[in-house]
């Protein structure tokens, strides 16, 4: 699932829209999947992936950015700053 350096970190994201609330809720098929209450209706489910990521794991939004897949279930972010390790940890609400 994640790929990069101190630099930044790449994740695949699963997203289900239209869910009854905006949360992360583990993985499935190598990915992290993400269920958001928005419609993906003229980008509100793109950014509201970006701010729950961004406040999960307490970075700026402007640190966190879809690098494929803005149309689709299937995308892959990009967090700058942080490593691999830290960003799972962090999504997937382990101590650490």
């Known amino acids: 699932m994640p790929r990069g350096n101190s630099a930044a970190t790449d994740i695949d994201v699963r997203v289900v829209p239209r869910a009854g609330r905006s949360e992360v809720a583990g993985l499935r098929d190598g990915a992290l999947l993400v269920r958001l209450a928005a419609a993906p ?14 406040r999960a794991l307490h970075v700026a939004k402007r ?3 879809i690098v494929s897949g803005e149309r689709s279930r299937r995308k892959r ?3 700058a700053g942080m490593n691999a390790a830290d960003v799972v940890d ?6 650490g």
């Open 41 to 54: 209706v003229d980008g509100a489910a793109n950014l509201e992936l970006i701010d729950l990521i961004a």
């Open 63 to 65: 640190d966190v950015t």
């Open 90 to 95: 962090r999504l997937l609400g382990r101590a």
């Open 77 to 79: 972010v990009r967090i």
